[in-house]
């Protein structure tokens, strides 16, 4: 019997409702055939998704219910390279970096699948120090908020005290998620350079063998990092 017939035939649905529960119970359209690390990760990104949109909808409720002056992003987050202040600068400069490490990590999976080792090699630690680059410019902006304009979670100088304890939680949440991202995608370079996923060898915390569709699944959690970043971007500094 040939491999087809016999996938066909483990796909065939008995009739029925008991055929019915058996193929809602085994998830054979859904999740038959598909590695069980990119079913996981799915799952993970769907968690995490109602975990970020619960941050930005309660910070969204504080704001508007707060009766203090919220501070103006434009102003707050200004800087300024010896002239007048530029509004929201840097924190362009950061989206910039952001979008176009998706970009590196989408060309990355597209090699890898290819086999191109030194190709996605070169991606990858692209995309690492492009989201290294962002942690360093978000640890920046904390820095300046907190030494220069005094800003604390439980308090702000320049309106309501919310704005503190919203604007760290968010960003900080979202910023662990980066460097986490940051540090597995310095592992998959040690990974993808040393032959690790040609020969499918071993790696760390697990003793199953990976291959290149591991990159792919790393892609899946750096996108979702980035399209975050979005959100947060309009809702938090362009509201």
Known sequence: MSTE?????????KPGLAGFFED??????????VPWGKAMMWIFLVSDTFIFGCFLASYMTVRMSTLDPWPSAS??????????PIPLILIAIMTFVLITSSGTMALAVNYGYRK??????WLLLATALLGATFVGMQVFEWSKLILEEGVRP???????????????????FHGFHVSIGVIFLFIFCYKVARGHLDTQQAGWFTKRGGNYEEIEILGLYWHFVDLVWVFIFAFFYLW
């Open 5 to 13: 017939t016999m996938a066909s035939d483990s796909l065939e649905l």
């Open 24 to 33: 809602w119970g085994s998830d054979q359209r859904a999740f038959k055939g």
């Open 75 to 84: 102003e707050v987050f200004a800087l300024s390279f010896g002239g007048a």
């Open 116 to 121: 191109n080792k030194w190709v996605t090699f």
């Open 154 to 172: 439980w308090g702000n100088p320049m309106g309501a005290a919310q704005f503190g304890s919203v604007f760290f939680m968010v960003t900080g």
